[in-house]
């Protein structure tokens, strides 16, 4: 009888795994780098590698239901991670077979920002929810939208890629996926540096502690730390890019009516800093029906559980 499941991330920089029990328990856990396997082939070997030793401690394959994995452009229909900008694997990549054929276990797979809403509707602050949106706002903006319990797929299983929906037309360009003007542009963690570099620009003789970074140690970490010691320029950042995200949280408001919408991902972690500019927009946006009606909240799983919950939440659905 199983006893567990692997739950597997896969992100542009990181991929994170662990060995999860029916309860949410994560038993083990490792980490591999993503972005230094040029080839898929020898990224799985790797995973192989570090993974079975923690299948092994817990009892072996024939205790586990099998492996989750969320990931960039994961396809839940066909278990393909198709086009994914944030990865250096191109075209269409048969994932979820590959891995299954090297592991000897069943697979599914999902998009990553999916799995996330798994994660929340399962162990998360979205238990009891039947209508939700989670937008995690990380290296990009993911979402996965929740409607009647069931995770929005669309015909594809592409649907819910509101980080690439456009709130600036002709806008900033999104350099993996050549579109300008989209919400990831701004809103994610690599927006934020971009704002802070145009920012710094456009205000030459303001005095900014951000101007102490060089180019390449400028992050959205660097300019949360400026601004809660009062940088000008660094609040006015977070004021901009809480702007810019809640405009658009308004028109997924209005697009599916969520009970709540749930934050995650590491940009959060400047706490009310992004939360109140996001806030107030997102509500200065909204048509009276919808005022005042849909949480806005962050999200109560550890990061560093999440994202192997969320994926570990595909094997027990």
């Not at 038993?27 to 030793?53: C, G, S, W, Y």
């Not at 990831?184 to 927006?191: C, H, P, Q, R, V």
């Not at 660097?222 to 660094?234: H, L, M, T, W």
């Not at 590491?266 to 949480?295: C, W, Y």
């Amino acid at each position: 009888m199983a006893e567990f499941v692997v739950g597997i991330d896969i992100g542009g920089t990181n991929t994170k795994f662990g060995i999860v029990d029916k309860h949410g328990h994560i038993l083990a856990q490792d980490r591999l780098l993503t972005n230094e396997h040029e080839i898929v082939e020898d990224f799985i070997t790797d995973l192989h590698h570090k993974l079975m030793p923690l299948i092994d401690k817990a009892g072996g394959a024939k205790k586990c239901a099998g492996i989750g994995i969320g990931a960039p452009n994961g396809n839940y229909y066909t278990g393909n991670i198709e086009y994914a900008a944030n990865l250096k694997w191109r075209g269409i990549i048969p994932f979820a077979s590959m891995v299954s054929e090297k592991f000897g276990l069943p697979v599914k797979l999902t998009n990553d920002a999916n799995a996330a809403a798994m994660g929340e509707m399962r162990y998360g602050c979205a238990k009891g929810m039947k209508h939700f949106i989670t937008i995690t706002l990380g290296t990009g903006v993911g979402s996965g939208i929740v409607i009647d319990g069931k995770i929005l797929l669309g015909h594809d299983g592409f649907a819910g890629e509101l980080g690439h929906t456009i709130i600036r037309p002709g806008g900033r360009l999104h350099k993996g996926t050549g579109i300008k003007g989209s919400l990831e542009s701004y809103a994610s963690a690599t927006g934020v540096r971009e704002t802070a570099l145009e920012l710094l620009a456009e205000n030459p003789d303001t005095e900014s502690l951000l101007r102490d970074y060089s180019l390449n140690d400028l992050t959205s970490q660097s300019v949360y730390e400026c601004a809660i010691k009062g940088d000008k320029i660094a609040n006015e950042i977070f004021e901009f890019t809480g702007e810019l995200l809640g405009e658009a949280l308004a028109n997924f408001v209005m697009f599916s009516s969520p009970e709540a919408i749930i934050l995650f991902g590491g940009l959060t972690k400047a706490g009310d800093l992004i939360m109140n500019p996001t806030r107030k927009s997102m509500e200065e946006h909204l048509i009276q029906i919808f005022k005042n009606k849909v949480k806005l909240i962050f999200s109560e799983l550890k990061e560093a559980d999440a994202a192997i919950l969320g994926a570990s939440a595909l094997v027990w659905d």
